[in-house]
């Protein structure tokens, strides 16, 4: 009855704002406004490794723009990924605790991040996996996201989707923004970068803060009573250097190091169980790139050489006494080619070659493991009338413990209209090598073989209303093999032969079907509406269960309307739906709602002071089960822009 009460409430808001805003004769429809089409068809590199615009890939993206981060005002990439049709979410406590985004019901672990291009998967985790509990908003300026197994172009992991997190890029003239903000908790967050060029240099550097007392990890309905802090310190830099008008260097950086207060598991009263403890998690994450780009045939045939590496280091304490430590770190050397091969035909292909490095512990008792995989793969789009593109590809994979992986690629997209309507289909292949940890650990199995999927997609946008609306709605399926899950083993025989602790295995197999839609409109210039709803019916195939903390049902609408004097307001609902919290499906997690508003108001041309309010209905809910969520939480602060 909440959900439908708060639902009702949140509509009644949206339509008083809908009516004042018809009101309001300096934002009246005109034919003129009409005329010139709202949607932008947005230039994405994710979906092909290469520059196109949206229109021009059948695979499923979803793109969230500088403007999109600063109207709502997210501190978080969680925050963000929240409201992308197909995606669903997790966090274990307040932010900077492990959290999981799952891509149409995909496990975390299946998604593949970047940050400016860069995979940063986490060698030091058992599953090999990213972790978003850390990643801020800071100076990213963009989003991009692609649904649906990409192995073909983005190699392992890319059985769910690729989130790809962009940071500010330089600019030709001398750029400065700066944020801060305070609230809830005695949060305080700051945020600053500076960008411009300099003769054949552009540069852009940018750093932030982030400090909070934070909620308790056990969720004080249950008894949770200490407040479980965050910290974050984050940079990230980047650097182009014009060395000829075909030549070029690029170098960049990323830098995260988060401490996070945690809650553990305690003996009290003769029962052992989850509550308050003294735990704290140290997390320490760079990104690197270097890079040279080389023109030729007058930039029909681009080529990129570059080293990359990234490094996780992670420890925690209990009491001040440390548990763990590990060191994870991949070093890839890669090559891409682009070339138009006429103005029908584009191929991009490319090899690399990674080593990827595990370290647990210290001194003469330390574990260290390692693993090699070289790839080589191919793209090739055919545009052989107007509005029509096809695309196909192929990658081969070898790793130095399974061998050969050779997955394949393809999609469609054809508009009959000039991108009124737009129809799309994708297929795609995906596949994980084991982690180090799974491979080689204790519980390890060096004879893993990767885990693989397959998955279709299919769909629809109409643009109406002189692209004022947009339409669009996507069904998907996709199933997986070979999942590796942890297994018990009471008897020491077979693959648990002398493994009484148990032991990774090639175990599971899952699917994954649904539907996406979405709405999009602008039917006045100051009034923007956005709706999309997701039904994702993830199970176990070989158990009919349902895949636990994946939702079936999850809602999104938000609502921005732009004042004459300058007034910026907006709110945004979101529905959860109920999930279960174990692999047996008997312990269920309610689902909820959230309503979250704000507002930003510019008091000179370079300075803005904005405000939301998040939770206003102050929802009691648990996104993983025992683990505590914020309540209405205020923040208030000022954005600078020169």
Known sequence: MRFYNILLSSTCLVASVASIAASQPAFAETA?????????????????????????????????????????????????????????????????????????????????????????????????????????????????????????????????????????????????????????????????????????????????????????????????????????????????????????????????????????????????????????????EFVGYSGVNVDLFGGRFKNRVAFTYTSTKR?????????????????????????????????????????????????????????????????????????????????????????????????????????????????????????LYQLFSDYGNSSLNPETSTSYDAGVTQLLVGGKLELSATVFRRTGENLINFINCPVSTGICTDRPFGVYDNIDRTKAQGVELSLLARLVEALTWSLNYSLIDAKDRDTGLKLNRRPEHSVNASIDYDWSFGLKTGATVTHIGSHYEDIANTNKTAGYVLVDVRAALPVTQNIELYGRVDNLFDEKYESVFTYGTFGRSAFAGVRLRY
Do not use: C
């Open 315 to 435: 420890d925690t304490f209990n009491a001040d006494v440390q548990t763990f430590e590990a060191l994870g770190r991949n070093e890839r050397f890669e090559y891409q080619g682009v070339l138009d091969l006429s103005d029908m035909v584009k191929a991009v292909f490319g090899a690399e070659t990674q080593k990827s490095k595990y370290r647990s512990g210290s001194g003469v008792g330390a574990e260290r493991f390692s693993a090699n995989i070289d790839s080589v793969y191919g793209q090739v789009s055919i545009t052989p009338l107007s509005g029509f593109t096809a695309t196909a590809g192929m990658r081969y994979d070898d790793h130095t413990t399974f061998g050969g992986e050779t997955t394949f690629a393809g999609d469609v997209v054809y508009s009959p209209n000039d991108g009124n309507t737009i129809f799309r289909a994708s297929y795609g292949e995906g596949f994980k090598v084991p982690s």
């Open 32 to 284: 003129a406004a009409l005329d010139g089409a709202m949607m932008e068809d947005a230039i994405i590199v994710t979906a092909s490794r290469m520059e196109q615009s949206q229109s021009e890939t059948g695979r499923s993206t979803t793109v969230i723009d500088e403007e999109r981060i600063e109207r709502t005002q997210s501190v978080t990439v969680l925050d963000l990924l929240r409201n992308v049709p197909g995606i669903t979410m997790t966090r274990s406590g307040g932010v900077g605790t492990a959290s999981s985004v799952f891509i149409r019901g995909a496990d975390t672990r299946h998604t593949v991040a970047l940050i400016d291009g860069v995979k940063i998967n986490d060698t030091t985790s058992p599953g090999g996996g990213f972790n978003f509990g850390n990643l801020m908003t800071g100076n990213i300026e963009r989003i991009e996201v692609l649904r649906g197994s990409q192995s073909v172009i983005w190699g392992s992991q890319a059985i769910g989707g690729v989130v790809h997190a962009i940071t500010r890029e330089p600019t030709d003239k001398l750029s400065i923004n700066a944020r801060a903000e305070y609230g809830y908790r005695d949060t305080g967050h700051v945020t600053g970068n500076i960008s411009g060029r300099f003769g054949p240099v552009a540069a852009s550097a940018g750093a932030g803060y982030y400090e909070s007392e934070g909620i308790s990890a056990f969720n004080e309905d249950r008894g949770g009573t200490e407040r479980d802090g965050y910290r974050n310190f984050g940079a990230n830099g980047k650097l182009e250097i014009t060395l000829s008008d075909a030549v070029s260097v690029d170098l960049r950086g990323f830098y995260s190091d988060g401490k996070t207060d945690l809650d553990g598991f305690v003996f009290a009263n003769g029962v052992f169980g989850f509550g308050d403890t003294d735990d704290v998690d140290n997390n320490e």
